[in-house]
Every structure is written in C-alpha cells, then in structure tokens.
T-cell receptor, first 116, second 119 residues
C-alpha cells in the first residue's frame, strides 16, 4: 500500500514570495492533516480536513496561510507571502476515520521549507 | 490546554542496552491518549506505542514499553536491547477527546529527544 506522498521534498524561497505544497493521502483516507514542524520543536497541527471540509484550523495563520482539499482527496497548503519564521518542515498525515485508532494516522516524509 | 514536555534534548545509549526517554504531560481532561513516535532522518513520523488514560496495564510493543504513571503525569518510553537503527528523534504526543467526547485525531507533540545508539 502506497504511503502519504508529498511534494516537493525541499523548497528554498525568499521572504515575501509565495509557495505551495502538495499532499496525496493514502487511498480512501477521508481525514487529512497538515502539521508545521519548526526546527527543534515537535509538529503543530495547522489544519485538519474531513473529506473536503475543514474540521480544525484554529492554529492556521489565516492572514498568510491557506489550504484546500477541493475534491476530498489531495490537498494543497499555500503560504503567501512567506516570512523567515515560516522556515520549517510541513508534514502531511492522513487517517481513514475522523477518530482514528492509535496506529492509524500515517505521516508523509514532509516538505522542508527554507525562507531566506 | 494540553502540554507535553520532553526534558532530554539528547540521549546516548550503547547498543544492546536499555534506554528510557522521559515525557511529562499536563491536561485537565480525564480521558486522553498518549503516543510515542519515531522520526528518522528521512522525516516521516512512525507510530511506536499508545497508552490510554484508562488503561490499567502499561503498554508494550515488542522492544518498546511505556512506563505510565498517571498520578505523576508521566509516560516514559523504554527501549530495550537498543539497536543502531533506533538512532532517531523521538516524540511524545497526546490526543484529547473533543467536546463531544470523540477525539478528532489532533496530536499535541513535545519537543522531542534525539537518541543516538553507539556500537
């Protein structure tokens, strides 16, 4: 079974530029999560989707971050404009259910963003 | 609010020895779940072990065991017989139920501990 796919794996941009990350969850997984992992810290949930609806975006900086999952499958996370403090690894995860069993939330390899 | 604290930025262990990674948590919820994940240099988070707050027995999964002390709000990970492949970042995490009593899968992570296994 294919895992969670993310692209690109690495991205370097200058501040004030825009960037987009893509995530393709495991086939059939209705729930999709985007986490931000700043160097030296644990991941922090940015947004959670159930199919194409948002379940939780309480920690998403909505003035510059946006995310969509239009067809309820793959998802795009965008930052516009980027700031230096957005340098981080952006992890996508998926689960079959909104309330997954403990071992049923699967993570992708992440996209490492560097903002110069 | 929930908080996870991992006070060991880095740990070293000799191959085949056991090692304990510390995790303390803070929550006002009665029902919650505690997780440990491994993050190798490749980046993905790998689920290791889970302990529910109402579980009476400490969780075990192969070489991993969770030393759960509810009154002290600690959930330490014990890795027995360390292997070179265990070298990675380890995260403790918590999941709480939503207001309706159903967890929505959102994980709150600690800062992580880098484990290095020496041959």
């Amino acid at each position: 079974e294919a895992g969670v796919a993310q692209s690109p794996r690495y991205k370097i941009i200058e501040k004030r530029q825009s960037v987009a990350f893509w995530c393709n969850p495991i086939s059939g997984h209705a729930t999709l999560y985007w986490y931000q992992q700043i160097l030296g810290q644990g991941p922090k949930l940015l947004i959670q989707f159930q199919n194409n609806g948002v379940v939780d975006d309480s920690q998403l900086p909505k003035d510059r971050f946006s995310a969509e999952r239009l067809k309820g499958v793959d998802s795009t996370l965008k930052i516009q404009p980027a700031k230096l403090e957005d340098s981080a690894v952006y992890l996508c995860a998926s689960s079959l259910a909104l309330d997954p069993r403990p071992n049923e939330q699967f993570f992708g390899p992440g996209t490492r963003l560097t903002v110069l | 609010a929930q908080k996870i604290t991992q006070t060991q930025p880095g740990m070293f262990v000799q191959e085949k020895e056991a090692v304990t990674l510390d995790c303390t948590y803070d929550t006002s919820d009665q029902s919650y779940g505690l997780f440990w994940y491994k993050q190798p240099s490749s980046g993905e988070m790998i689920f290791l072990i889970y302990q529910g707050s109402y579980d009476e027995q400490n969780a075990t999964e192969g070489r991993y065991s969770l030393n759960f002390q509810k009154a002290r709000k600690s959930a330490n990970l014990v890795i027995s017989a360390s292997q070179l492949g265990d070298s990675a970042m380890y995260f403790c995490a918590m999941r709480r139920p939503s207001a309706g009593g159903t967890s929505y899968g959102k994980l709150t992570f600690g800062q992580g501990t880098i484990l290095t296994v020496h041959p």
